[in-house]
């Protein structure tokens, strides 16, 4: 009896289990963002009028606003929030210069293989353009979606039409709500409708692409509705400015992105269903070249178009802040690693799928 009442004295002082501590994931994707802006900044070769398309009369504003001595300081102006925040509180990979590489797997180079390789964990040969045809690949986001404590808390926002492809959303019934498209018939919220008008009236960067600020403003809308436990927030701009040989332009996406991404983690941890339970991944879909000429462009064809970077932060994550001399990370171990920041294995449930980046996770994950 005595033994007894020992154990149970003994688990009373015990804590009690601890509840996971990710409870949600936002994945951001930033289409073409190149690593060499990222851990560099500003290309002072670019800002110009040949090589970049900036108009005479914008260079020196732009010089003075993104260039600085050292590629620290320029990174820091052009992306202020990741720099300040995501090292202290998580990991970035991808800096070359400091033997740290991340490479797309799949071979072309371009943005629909891109995001099927990063959503599904593996390249498929047979997606070899951004041909909107629905996704034959399950994704980790719909995966996610037909499992317990997931239905309706699975959600997509971008700015690339193409995406409703990429999810299928016909056979994944995805919420997934993309820029310069018609919304869906039935009720729609209120914010949406209004950023449908407002879209109706601001002329597009191109067809299918509108602005990240309506990819911004439906992820908050999205997020007060439907409480999603993962959602993507697709930024596409600086692709966009780059097609369009507009490194000034270019620069400044990028420098929203990053604002973004800084606002939406303050409006997370300001809401209790999120706050200290929310982790985030950040990864472009592909690289670009990295010359004057082929910057603009990326590809089977463009040299070096395969290099990207990845950083994640928030709990789960172990802090180890930028890192070097790491083996290759590859962008398809990105589904792995969403699935197991919520103790969900995606590789089990779908076989030949890359498994998450090693000495990300916080041990348990």
Not at 49 to 54: E, F, L
Not at 204 to 224: N, Q, R
């Amino acid at each position: 009896m005595k033994s007894l009442l020992t154990v149970f004295l003994l688990a009373a002082a015990l804590p009690a289990a601890a509840a996971p501590a990710v409870r949600n994931v936002i994945l951001v994707t930033i289409d073409g963002l190149r690593w060499q802006e990222v851990f560099g900044g500003a290309d002072a070769a670019l800002i110009d009028k040949d090589n970049g398309g900036v108009p005479e009369g914008a260079q020196a504003a732009l010089k003075r606003e993104f260039l600085a001595a050292t590629p620290e300081e320029r990174r820091a102006r052009l992306m202020p929030f990741f720099w300040s925040t995501v090292p202290a509180a998580g990991q970035v990979f991808g800096n070359r210069a400091r033997d740290s590489r991340v490479e797309v797997a799949n071979a072309e180079n371009i943005s629909y293989p891109g995001y099927n390789e990063l959503l599904t964990g593996r390249a498929d040969p047979l997606i070899t353009s951004n041909t909107p045809i629905p996704n034959p690949n399950v994704t980790v986001l719909e995966w996610l979606h037909g499992r317990p404590g997931y239905a309706d808390r699975v959600a997509a926002v971008a700015q690339w039409r193409v995406f409703t492809s990429i999810m299928n959303v016909g056979r994944s019934r995805l919420p997934v709500w993309v820029t310069d498209s018609p919304l869906p018939a039935g009720p729609v919220s209120p914010r949406l409708r209004e950023l449908e008008r407002w879209m109706t009236d601001i002329p597009p960067i191109a067809a299918g692409e509108h602005f990240d600020a309506f990819v911004y403003e439906s992820a908050l809308d999205h997020i007060a509705r439907l409480k999603p436990r993962v959602l993507l927030v697709a930024f596409g701009e600086p692709d966009s400015w780059a097609h369009a040989r507009r490194y000034d332009r270019y620069l400044q996406a990028a420098q929203r992105c990053d604002r973004f991404v800084r606002q939406l983690w303050e409006h997370l941890q300001s809401l209790p269903e999120y706050r200290g339970t929310t982790a985030v991944v950040i990864s472009p879909d592909h690289g670009r070249g990295t010359e004057c000429h082929d910057w603009t462009s990326h590809g089977k064809k463009i040299p070096r178009s395969e290099e990207t970077w990845l950083a994640a932060f928030g709990p789960g994550i172990v802090p180890r802040g930028e890192r070097e001399g790491t083996p290759l990370v590859v962008q398809a171990q990105v589904a792995a690693t969403v699935a197991a920041l919520l103790g969900e294995d995606w590789p089990a449930a779908s076989p030949g799928a890359a498994p998450p980046v090693p000495g990300l996770l916080a041990p348990g994950r």
